[in-house]
């Protein structure tokens, strides 16, 4: 199975600041690459998929990037509804998986 | 709009079987996969396996043994059944759909229930 690593795992950041996450592949996944926002005790939501589109609704200071097993999730003017889990999911082959997360924190 | 709305008894026995519905409202349930995802508390999410309006059906690896997944077109609504179940099970469970917006098969979830908390327990 396809393994997902995202990094950090946590992060401070304060409002207004550019924000990276990163998310790695344990094999080539093309672009079949999204990214989930997880506010706390809510459900997850799509913010990008096909590793760089974004998903409609979402604000533009999400963006996505990278193919094959490097990917990039960048928030480029931190918002304070944004503090929250984001998690990268591959959809390339065999079973979906998930990162590990990362938890933007003020 | 489409809704999916898990159901299930919140307490279950170890070694008893966990069994979930999503009732899918505002859609039909073809042509599209649908899925179950877990969070332990305080963990990541976990897919635990998806079944496709045809029936087919794919497992996490690490849960297959005690998955099943199905489907009630009927009543627009799919099933998750984990048996033997631990303390390890304790989660939420969510239900969500698989959505390919260009027919390129770049999928992903993107209507989720709200999801419901089952814990394992005697």
């Known amino acids: 199975d396809i393994q997902m690593t995202q990094s950090p795992s946590s992060l401070s950041a304060s409002v207004g600041d550019r924000v990276t996450i990163t998310c790695r592949a344990s094999?080539?996944?093309?672009?079949?690459l999204n990214w989930y926002q997880q506010i706390a005790g809510k459900a997850p939501k799509v913010l990008i998929y096909?590793?760089?589109s974004l998903k409609s609704g979402v604000p533009s200071r999400f963006s996505g990037s990278g193919s094959g097993t490097d990917f990039t999730l960048t928030i480029s003017s931190l918002q304070p509804e944004d503090f929250a889990t984001y998690y990268c999911?591959?959809?390339?082959?065999?079973?979906?998986?998930f990162g590990q997360g990362t938890k933007v924190e003020i | 709009q489409v809704q999916l709305q898990e159901s299930g008894p919140g307490l279950v026995k170890p070694s008893e079987t966990l069994s979930l519905t999503c009732t899918v409202s505002?859609?039909?349930?073809?042509?599209?996969?649908w899925n179950w995802i877990r969070q332990s508390p305080g963990k990541g999410l976990e897919w635990i396996g998806y079944?496709?309006?045809?029936?087919?059906?794919i497992y996490n690896p690490s849960l297959e043994s005690r998955v099943t997944i199905s489907l009630d077109t009927s009543k627009n609504q799919f099933s998750l059944r984990l048996s033997s179940v631990t303390a390890a099970d304790t989660a939420v469970y969510y239900c969500?759909?698989?959505?390919?917006?260009?027919?390129?098969?770049?999928?992903?979830?993107?209507?989720w229930g709200k999801g419901t908390t089952v814990t394992v327990s005697s």
């Open positions: 969500a759909r698989d959505y390919d917006p260009s027919g390129k098969y770049y999928y992903y979830m993107d209507v």
């Open positions: 505002g859609g039909s349930i073809s042509p599209y996969y």
């Open positions: 079944v496709h309006y045809s029936g087919s059906t």
């Open positions: 094999q080539s996944i093309r672009n079949y």
């Open positions: 096909a590793a760089s």
């Open positions: 999911q591959q959809g390339y082959s065999g079973p979906r998986t």
